[in-house]
């Protein structure tokens, strides 16, 4: 049996070496490894040319818990001098569950201003989205459906019913 992980963040990993060869092991061929900030990008592109089994696929992209870091701009211009190393965008998207984005409608844009700069990146090189969309179901799917995205994978959604029903629809994952 062929076993591919499709979300994993190899490089928080305290042994990555022995994490790889167990899931080896265990029949896992492929792995896509997602960022969340520009040290992540960095650490998840060098695995990826680091270890052949099982294959790394590396996921370039700013986890929405992460666009506070003053890195912001430098982890985007790294991200877009990197995108050929990459086989889709994220991990990426809209998270309104933090207590700082619950109210903060100034937070909340800058999260979208974020997400929109993603979803474009995705759109131009056609690659797909691996989308985080806590509490935050319908705009992330709505903004989706604007960049016109045609590949995505809704991670984290516990939303409701008449969103996921949209999602599929479009022909998204969850």
């Known amino acids: 049996m062929t076993i591919i ?7 928080q990993l305290e042994d990555i070496s022995a994490a790889l060869s167990r899931a080896s092991q265990a029949g896992v061929t ?13 650490k998840t592109l060098s695995i990826a040319g680091q270890y052949k089994e099982p294959r790394i696929h590396p996921c370039l992209g700013i986890h929405p818990g992460m666009i506070h870091k ?14 050929h190393e990459a086989v889709a965008i994220g991990e990426t998207g809209l998270d309104y569950w933090y207590k700082w984005a619950r109210k903060d409608a100034l937070e909340q844009e800058k999260q979208k201003d974020f997400f929109r700069f993603h979803l474009k990146l995705a759109h131009d090189f056609d690659l797909p ?17 604007t960049a016109g995205i045609k590949r995505a994978l809704f991670h984290w959604y516990s939303g409701p019913l008449d969103v996921l029903e949209r999602i599929l629809e479009a022909g998204y994952y969850v």
């Not at 003053?70 to 995108?83: D, G, T, V």
Request: charged share 25%; net charge negative.
């Open 129 to 145: 989205v691996v989308i985080h969309a806590r509490a935050a179901w319908k705009d992330c799917f709505e903004m989706t459906i």
């Open 30 to 42: 492929d792995i896509m490894t997602l960022s969340v900030d520009l040290e992540s990008i960095k």
């Open 5 to 11: 992980d499709t979300h994993t963040h190899i490089d």
């Open 70 to 83: 003053q890195e912001a701009e430098l982890a985007f211009s790294f991200m877009k001098e990197h995108i």
